[in-house]
């Protein structure tokens, strides 16, 4: 079994970031080489790290400078991993931790040559499974251009919870059953898996945007591919929270509202690249 790369992007919280990496440490049956990327913290995140992984090989430490954002972040562990020569690599969140040690077994035992990105089952922390993006494949640019019109329009007198109806995120899933995905494209941003197949068209993750619409992007770059998502059978992750942003921005504040416009413009050019500029403007 080839090696697994994981990236975990740290902003601040750096508490929640070391009982993520335990749960990644404690995955059986794989070799994990785990790449934390503090985004530009200025706390004390890097000397805790320091001192609790020093001494273990299968961890490398990264600290930006400044805060790249979400993509441009933890595109600098997906960087590092590569020049590794490791293809097959998992994006976390710092809030989300393993319950089993052979999740990420299973993950990688389940890649075939169609998929592109691939999830495990994640619950929130009572229980529920964790609310996925999800768009039928029929028509997928149409519903990807509605709903980021949908986002690039936010009115400033809408509360948070009128933005998030308005969000594609909010509405109430469809159950999809595990394996690969025929009739959806599907993604979390709190865990997934970039797998070889994305890797030979993309050098990583859509870097245009700061934060939010990641998920959207990453489906639009799967679709240009010519790829599938995966929903893998698996033993619960836990997803705690938005603890990973909740130190730089609070939900339903006007800053928030520029961003998720600002992103959606991004990823809105995105939509109208043709399929051959995109994978050589991403691939390097």
């Excluded at 075939?112 to 922390?125: F, S």
């Excluded at 799967?222 to 990973?244: F, N, P, Q």
Aim: proline content about 2%; overall charge positive.
């Amino acid at each position: 079994m080839g090696d697994i790369g994981i990236v975990v992007l740290n902003y601040k919280n750096y508490t929640e970031t070391i009982k993520c990496v335990d749960s990644i440490l404690e995955q059986k049956e794989v070799k994990v080489n785990v790449v934390i990327v503090d985004n530009g913290s200025e706390n004390e995140s890097m000397d805790a790290f320091k001192e609790r992984y020093n001494d273990n090989e299968g961890i490398h430490l990264i600290e930006n400078s400044k805060n790249l954002g979400y993509a441009k972040g933890n595109n600098v562990g997906i960087d590092w991993l590569r020049h590794q020569g490791i293809d097959f690599i998992i994006v976390c969140n710092s809030d989300v931790v393993f319950s089993s040690p052979y999740i990420m077994k299973d993950m990688y035992e389940a890649l075939t040559k169609e998929i592109g990105v691939m999830i495990p089952i994640i619950r929130n922390l009572d229980g529920t499974i964790e609310m996925r993006a999800q768009y039928r494949r029929k028509l997928f640019s149409m519903r990807i251009i509605k709903e980021l019109l949908k986002m690039r329009n936010l009115k400033k007198n809408k509360n948070p919870k009128e933005e998030d109806k308005s969000s594609n995120a909010a509405q109430i899933m469809e159950f999809l059953k595990p394996g690969i995905q025929t009739d959806y494209y599907v993604i979390t941003g709190s865990v997934f898996a970039l797998t070889p197949n994305f890797f030979k068209y993309y050098s990583g993750l859509y870097p245009e945007t700061f934060l939010y619409v990641e998920e959207l992007a990453t489906m639009l770059l799967v679709h240009k591919a010519r790829l599938k998502c995966a929903i893998i059978e698996t033993k619960d992750v836990i997803h705690k929270g938005a603890a990973s942003t909740g130190n730089s921005l609070k939900a339903g504040t006007e800053r928030k509202r520029k961003m998720i416009a600002a992103s959606a413009k991004k990823v809105f050019k995105l939509v109208f690249m043709p399929r051959f500029y995109v994978g050589w403007k991403y691939r390097r």
